[in-house]
């Protein structure tokens, strides 16, 4: 995703974080900016698989609730179906005996169903970790959603917590010990999907681009902005 250097932020930023951190506002305005961008980086990678899934002939659905997802997985087709978030309402838990206290629904980020019926559920981290108590909330979440899955008649199905930007396991920041068993590479969870449903290559490519914009916007935001001021 491209830095927006331009944006003017709701919020006054002498009363930003940033700006007690460097008492700078010019520095608080691009700390706080790229910071932004980061976080959109991850709803990017998630648009960009379901771009690429399209690309490549996968009957992709957005946005799908828990009677889309049984009707497509009772259906005698036998393709790959992607779901490109999918909802799963405090009343379907309820049927299958599975608690939800505080909302309405769980959302998921992305769930396919492979051409044999198993079921792969996936959330994406655009990095190599993230925190452990937002961690451990999600594993909680996704356990829930195999159970409402077993109790849909789905027998095959497993949970994974995608590193995106993360080679090797062994060297991801994820501390909770919970959560490991779920985390997987990016070439991990693409090997689980029938050749050809992603092209990682592509979808790197494309933010490698965005990669290059973004230093350049960043280096002339100094030079202009704030050398000047130093």
């Known amino acids: 995703m491209i830095i927006n250097l331009n944006k003017s932020d709701k919020a006054p930023i002498g009363h930003s974080g940033y700006y007690r ?27 960009m698989i379901c771009g690429s899934a399209i690309q490549s002939g996968v009957k992709v659905l957005q946005g799908g609730q828990s009677e889309d997802f049984i009707s497509h997985f009772r259906s005698t087709e036998s ?3 992607y779901f490109d978030k999918l909802h799963i ?25 492979l051409p044999d019926k198993s079921v792969l559920v996936c959330e994406y981290k655009d ?8 961690s451990d909330a999600e594993i909680k979440s996704l356990q829930k959603i195999l ?26 920041s994820v501390k909770s010990r919970e959560a490991r068993k779920y985390l997987a590479t990016a070439q991990d969870f693409i090997d689980l999907l029938p050749l050809g449903s992603l092209n990682r290559q592509e979808i790197n490519e494309e933010r490698y681009l965005h990669r290059i914009q973004n230093k350049r916007l960043i280096v002339e935001y100094i030079q202009e902005q704030i050398l000047e001021i130093l």
């Open 21 to 47: 951190l460097t008492g700078c506002e010019k520095l608080a305005y691009l700390f706080r900016r790229v910071q932004a961008t980061v976080i959109s980086n991850g709803s990017e990678l998630e648009r």
């Open 89 to 113: 309402s405090k009343s379907a838990l309820a049927e299958a005996g599975v608690p939800l206290a505080s909302k309405n629904r769980i959302s998921v980020d992305g769930v396919w169903i």
């Open 147 to 172: 159970k409402w899955l077993d109790f849909s008649g789905v027998k095959s199905r497993r949970a994974i917590m995608v590193l995106w930007n993360c080679d090797d396991l062994k060297e991801s």
């Open 79 to 81: 393709c790959l179906v």
């Open 127 to 134: 990095g190599d970790g993230f925190d452990t108590k937002k």
